[in-house]
C-alpha cells in the first residue's frame, strides 16, 4: 500500500502555535508544498505526490530524515497543505506509524495541531490510512482497507485498476491495497465511491483546517502502470487529483470534467 506526506505552505495557515501561522511561504510566486520522504513511505511515493503538486501549481520541498527539512516545531510554519504518501508494499499500518514516530522531532500532534489551526493534510493510500486510528486520528471515522470490506470488487493486495464513481462519473484510478472510509460529520463531502458506495476519496474540516484522503492513487505516474501491465490511467488520475487538491485548497474547481473511463474488464496485473 503506498503512501506519502506533503506539506503546502500557503495562506490558509493558523496561529504560531498550531504549526500553520505566521507568514505565509512562496517560492516563485507558488505556494509551497513539503512532501515527506522517509522509511514509512515507498521508493517513488513522494516524488509522484510531488509531481502531482508541481502540476497544480506548488512548489515542493521534501521532509525526512534524510532531507534538509526535518520535523520539528517549525516544520510547518506557513504551510497551507501537509501530505502523507503511500508506504512500501507489504508494510502494514502499524510499521509504517512506528516509522515515523521514530523519526527526530516528530509528533503527531505537530500535524494535528497544524490542520486544527487551519492546514490542510492530504493522505495518499498509507496517508489515508494514517488519517485514523493508529495514526493522526483526523477523521470524523476511520479508515479500513477495502479489499477486506463486504462485497469488494478488489478482494487481493495486487496492483490493480479500481473502479471508482466520481462526483457520479465512472472512472479507473490506480490502486494497492488502499482503504476506505467511514466518516460522519459536519461538511465531510465524499468525492468517490468504490462499487457498492464505500467512500473512497473524502474531504473532511478537522478543527479550523481541512482534511483530504484518498485509497486509490490519483498521482500514480505512467510507469506504475506499465510495471505492471496496467492500461494507462495516469492522465486521467491527474486530473482527479486536480479535482481533489482544489476541493482540499478551497480554490476555483475545474471547470473541465474528468474523461469517463469505459467500464473494464477486471484487472490481471
Known amino acids: 500500500m503506498a503512501a506519502a506526506v506533503v506539506l503546502v505552505l500557503s495562506g490558509c495557515a493558523g496561529g504560531p502555535d498550531a504549526g500553520g501561522g505566521g507568514t505565509p511561504v512562496r517560492e516563485d510566486d507558488r505556494p509551497l ?3 515527506y520522504r522517509g522509511p514509512a513511505a515507498c521508493e517513488g511515493c513522494p516524488e509522484a505526490a510531488g509531481t502531482m503538486l508541481e502540476r497544480d501549481g506548488f512548489a515542493v520541498r521534501y521532509v525526512g530524515p534524510k532531507e534538509r527539512v526535518r520535523f520539528g516545531p517549525s516544520a510547518l510554519t506557513g504551510a497551507a497543505v501537509y ?10 499500518v502499524d ?14 500532534e505537530l500535524v494535528r495541531a497544524y490542520v ?3 492546514g490542510r493534510y492530504l493522505g495518499l493510500c498509507m496517508g489515508g490510512y494514517l488519517a485514523g486510528d493508529p495514526g493522526y486520528d483526523l477523521l470524523p471515522g476511520d479508515s479500513d482497507p477495502y479489499v477486506r470490506s463486504p462485497g469488494a ?13 466520481w462526483r457520479g462519473r465512472p472512472q479507473r484510478m490506480y490502486f494497492q491495497d488502499g482503504p476506505s ?24 474540516p478537522y478543527g479550523a483546517g481541512r ?25 486521467t488520475g491527474l486530473t482527479l487529483g486536480k479535482d481533489l487538491l482544489r476541493t482540499l485548497m478551497g480554490t476555483a474547481p475545474d471547470t473541465t470534467p474528468p474523461p469517463t473511463a469505459p467500464t473494464p474488464p477486471s484487472p490481471t496485473g
Do not use: K
Open 95 to 108: 510499521t509504517a506509524w512506528g516509522l515515523l514516530g521514530r523519526e527526530p522531532g516528530f509528533s503527531p
Open 83 to 92: 501530505v502523507q504518501p503511500g508506504g512500501t508494499n507489504g508494510q502494514g
Open 153 to 165: 470488487s478488489v478482494t487481493d493486495e495486487r496492483d490493480q485498476l479500481v473502479d471508482v464513481l
Open 116 to 118: 486544527r489551526g487551519g
Open 181 to 204: 472510509f467511514d466518516v460522519d460529520g459536519p461538511g465531510t463531502e465524499v468525492l468517490a465511491r468504490y462499487p457498492g458506495g464505500r467512500p473512497a476519496v473524502v474531504v473532511t
Open 33 to 35: 508544498a513539503l512532501v
Open 211 to 235: 482534511v483530504a484522503v484518498s485509497g486509490p492513487h490519483p498521482e500514480a505516474p505512467a510507469d506504475w502502470y506499465e510495471d505492471y501491465g496496467l492500461p494507462d490511467e495516469s492522465q
